[in-house]
C-alpha cells in the first residue's frame, strides 16, 4: 500500500492563506503610512467646509498610494509575487507623478462641486435643485470613471489625455465589469456607514484585492485592442 507523498512546505492551503492575509496587511500599513496626512486631518478637524482647503491638500496624497495599492495587488494576482513593501515602495516612486496628472484634477473639481452643492442647499429655488441634481449625477459618472483611471494606471502607462478617453471608453464597453466594481465600492462603503469609517485602515488592501479580481477581463481586453503593436 502506497502511502501519500508530504505535501512540500509552502504548498498547503493553510500555509497559502496565512501568507496571503500577511501580504494583504503588509500592504494596508503601507497604504495607511503613506495616506497619514489625510488620516491626520480626519482625526484632528471637523468635516466643515470651513477646512476644505485642508481636506482638499491632504486628499491629494490619496491618489499616488491607492496607485501604488492596486499595483502591488495586481502584481500578487498575476505573478503571485510576495514582496509587498518593495512593490508598493516600486510602484509609489514610479507612477507618483503620473498619477497626481489625473487625480489632482479630479480632487479639484470634486472640492469645487462640494462647496456648490453646499451653496445650493444653502439658497433653495427650484434652478438650484436642478443644477444640484446635475452635479450629483456628473459626480457619479466621475465616481465611475476614476474606477477604471486607477485600475487602467496600475497595468499600462498612457498618456492623461488618452488614459481619459480609454477610462470613458471601458467604463461603458465593459459595463458589466464597472458595474461590479461599482458594486463592490457601494458594499464597502454600507460596511463603513454601519460601523465604523476607520474600518477602511484594516480592509484597504482587501478591497483593492476584490477589484483588482474582478478588473482581469478588462485589463486583458485593453491589452488585445491596444497593446498589440508593443508585444
Request: charged share 15%.
Amino acid at each position: 500500500m502506497n502511502s501519500p507523498r508530504p505535501q512540500e512546505f509552502g504548498s498547503g492551503f493553510l500555509y497559502q492563506f496565512t501568507n496571503r492575509v500577511y501580504w494583504l496587511i503588509i500592504l494596508n500599513l503601507w497604504f495607511i503610512i503613506s495616506n497619514s496626512p489625510l488620516l491626520f486631518i480626519l482625526l484632528v478637524l471637523e468635516p466643515s467646509l470651513s477646512n476644505i482647503s485642508l481636506y482638499y491638500l491632504a486628499s491629494i496624497t490619496f491618489g499616488p498610494a491607492l496607485a501604488a495599492l492596486l499595483y502591488s495587488t495586481l502584481k500578487y494576482i498575476q505573478e503571485n509575487e510576495e514582496s509587498p513593501t518593495r512593490d508598493f515602495i516600486h510602484a509609489y516612486k514610479v507612477n507618483y507623478k503620473d498619477t497626481l496628472k489625473f487625480w489632482v484634477p479630479i480632487v479639484t473639481f470634486l472640492s469645487i462641486s462640494i462647496v456648490n452643492l453646499q451653496y445650493f442647499s444653502q439658497q433653495p429655488s427650484t434652478m438650484n435643485e436642478m443644477m444640484s441634481l446635475a452635479l450629483l449625477i456628473l459626480l457619479f459618472f466621475l465616481f465611475l470613471i476614476t474606477i477604471q483611471l486607477f485600475i487602467i494606471n496600475a497595468k499600462f502607462s498612457f498618456k492623461t489625455k488618452d488614459l481619459f478617453k480609454l477610462a470613458i471608453y471601458s467604463s461603458f464597453k465593459q459595463l458589466k465589469i464597472t458595474t461590479g466594481n461599482a458594486a463592490i465600492l457601494f458594499l464597502f462603503w454600507v460596511l463603513l456607514a454601519s460601523t465604523s469609517d476607520f474600518l477602511i485602515l484594516f480592509l484597504g488592501s482587501f478591497l483593492a484585492y476584490l477589484l483588482m479580481l474582478n478588473s482581469r477581463k478588462l485589463l486583458r481586453s485593453i491589452e488585445d485592442e491596444f497593446c498589440q503593436t508593443n508585444t
